[in-house]
């Protein structure tokens, strides 16, 4: 029962981030790892990902950035594969370093330019850097499942409408989890048991994405993107510590 009850809290937290509350579903595998292996709760967690991923594209289809979809998502497909062929080569404790560098100095940057003042002008996306911060938003994703830093990285700076974030983000991230399927699968990780579990566990995931959307839609934009970066904070201390700690 109590397995139950943390997988559903992980799948609902999932569905919410989502729907748009930013990047709640950090939450969700370190809570199902409290009752089962970490690499079994991402893989079951997957598809129920998959699930809220169809949800949320229906709900956010009509905004999104084609351009950046274009740019990110080659160097995502690259960053998977390397991840895939090179992941018992690549120390974990490696990725989540970079993942604490990334994050932690975008947010000096932008905290720095707050206290000082400065307006800075939007960067508009271009294909080297995308290039660069899809191949590692997919390498992080396939080895950590924490590919929310290098994309924020990239997207953040652009200033975009908060529509439209969340809809391009949305739609990056479904096609990640797409292609990180056929792995997970050979390495054991998706099981029939937990396809069957997954079953049980989508409408709660469901249910958070509708309910994660509502109140994303009815969020100032402002407060929007400072929740985006106190999360993005949360992420990057989280993973320090962990290594840390490890």
Do not use: C
């Not at 799948?11 to 009752?35: D, E, R, T």
């Not at 699930?51 to 229906?58: G, R």
């Not at 330019?113 to 899809?134: H, L, M, N, Y």
């Not at 950590?144 to 290098?150: D, I, R, V």
Request: proline share 7%.
């Amino acid at each position: 029962m109590e397995f139950w009850i943390a997988a559903g809290a992980a799948a609902f937290l999932m569905g919410l981030s989502k729907g748009g509350v930013p990047m709640i579903a950090l939450l969700s595998v370190p809570l199902l790892s409290l009752y089962m292996d970490p690499a079994l709760a991402a893989g079951l967690l997957l598809p129920i990902y998959i699930v809220a991923d169809a949800y949320a594209v229906y709900l956010f289809r009509k905004a999104f950035s084609r351009r950046n979809l274009m740019i990110l998502l080659p160097g995502a497909l690259v960053g998977i594969l390397v991840g895939y062929s090179a992941v018992s080569l690549v120390p974990g404790d490696a990725v989540k370093l970079l993942l604490v560098g990334i994050g932690l100095s975008y947010l000096f940057t932008a905290l720095r330019q707050r206290i000082s003042k400065t307006e800075v002008p939007a960067r508009p996306a271009d294909v080297p850097r995308g290039i660069v911060w899809g191949t590692l938003a997919g390498l992080t994703s396939y080895i950590s499942h924490a590919g929310g830093p290098p994309f924020q990285a990239y997207v953040l700076p652009q200033k975009l409408d908060k529509m439209v974030y969340l809809g391009t983000t949305t739609i990056f991230f479904s096609v990640v989890n797409l292609v990180k399927v056929p792995p997970f699968v050979l390495a054991g990780q998706i099981t029939w048991d937990s396809l069957g579990q997954a079953v049980w566990l989508a409408p709660l995931a469901l249910l958070g994405a509708w309910s994660g959307a509502t109140v994303s839609r009815l969020m100032p934009e402002k407060l929007f993107f400072l929740l985006v970066e106190l999360a993005l904070a949360v992420v990057s201390l989280k993973l320090l510590y962990e290594v840390v700690v490890g």
